[in-house]
């Protein structure tokens, strides 16, 4: 089976949605973390249950609706100002250090993303990273009105692309989207992060686990609904090899 | 307008989901409470996920597949004797204490229950704890093959009962199912178990945030999705005068 397009998710698995966290703990000492752990974890939330209730509204209202609802919890006080200066990160988050080379060395097939993002968001963030000259199409699930996992935004690789599920590479960091994929019938990579022996680690028992650990663990298992990723990879530099089957 | 059925989303609605913990701390020293939390977590994002990618398995299969998440990720080690014991409780949930008194006082209006669980599973609660001879109805979502809040959920009442969305009054202390039923058209109650003001304590800064609070807090704020419940109440017992408007 030849590969003919290599497909990426964009939040988590090009990009790091947690160099968010600068920004938070700039504004707002000592939560950066928790902020962007909590915000994560709303606003994917967020896009499933709206995707579920037919009420869509495009990432950049739920990034900012499931940003609102982590600071409420937090007990924060925040102006606009503020608020849009966390906002502006989402638009020129940190690439994965292993990104670009992992994107070069793939040269030869067709390269997109395929993501949740909003287009503006997406298309502002692949230009402020220099993406665009990389990749052959930024691909937001915009257009369906329904977020992944419904095999609905999977469609959109054929249709924008022109290749066959069966002919596509998709790469992702998140069990859930990984599992998405596949359920579609894609080729899928899933980036883990973290070795089932350093999870073990992490959330090994102690007085108090910190909820930060507990978090990020909880977003970076692969989960347990009877379908697997084809490949299990530890990062993006491990595309190659695959790709060449 | 006359409310003509009051009905209930079952667990942590009129059922303590969180009573599962004195097993599972039995099961697990020192982790009963961290693994009730996480389980619950997974299972609904598996209800959700499994929703949306039109791969629909009954709430009992999902129960199981959370748990086993759990326990993995907590690197616990488990055999099916224990496994069994802990799903088990699942069909022998506490009712909130006061989930009776509020029930009897509700009497005349049509009673049921909407939930996520499949029928065998809420067949046997409703049974084990008494309610068969107080509820009018006790409907599984099963039917449908989709989770709540999809509306397809939320259509099972009119079929059921025969009462108009309009005639009523949605009961549940689930943020994202009080916002599902409002979406559906449903008038809704809200059970918020904290006040603004005890959420701010538990969540207020201090070095360490004790992860069990974080994920308590995160099911018990009101979403940010433009939608709101049309009644806030403390406990059940605060139905019967909105009942009666």
Request: proline letters at 4%; charged letters at 25%; a negative charge.
């Amino acid at each position: 089976m030849t590969i003919k397009a290599v497909v990426f998710d964009a939040y988590g698995t090009l990009y790091d949605v947690q160099s968010v966290a600068a920004i938070t703990e700039e504004a707002f000492p000592g939560y950066g973390d928790l902020i962007t752990q909590i915000w994560r974890i709303k606003q994917l939330e967020y896009s499933w249950l709206r995707s579920l209730m037919g009420r869509y509204e495009d990432f950049s209202a739920i990034t900012r609706e499931s940003l609102n609802y982590t600071l409420k919890i937090l007990g924060l006080k925040f102006d606009a100002t503020a608020f849009e200066r966390i906002m502006d990160k989402y638009v020129h988050l940190d690439l994965y250090p292993e990104a670009r080379q992992a994107l070069a060395a793939l040269k030869g097939r067709k390269l997109a993303i395929l993501s949740n993002g909003s287009s503006d968001m997406l298309n502002a963030l692949v230009k402020n990273t220099g993406l665009d000259s990389v990749l052959d199409a930024t691909i937001s699930i915009d257009s369906k009105r329904i977020f992944k996992p419904s095999p609905q935004a999977y469609t959109l690789i054929e249709e924008r692309l022109g290749v066959k599920p069966t002919e596509v590479l998709f790469v992702s960091s998140n069990p859930w989207d990984a599992i998405g994929a596949k359920s579609f019938g894609l080729n899928v990579a899933w980036i883990e992060r973290v070795t089932p022996e350093a999870m073990a680690l992490l959330c090994q028992k102690s007085d108090v686990v910190a909820p930060l650990t507990m978090f990020k663990a909880l977003r970076m298992q692969m989960d347990e609904m009877d379908l697997q990723p084809d490949h299990r990879i530890g990062a993006l530099t491990d595309l190659p090899k695959l790709a060449a089957v």
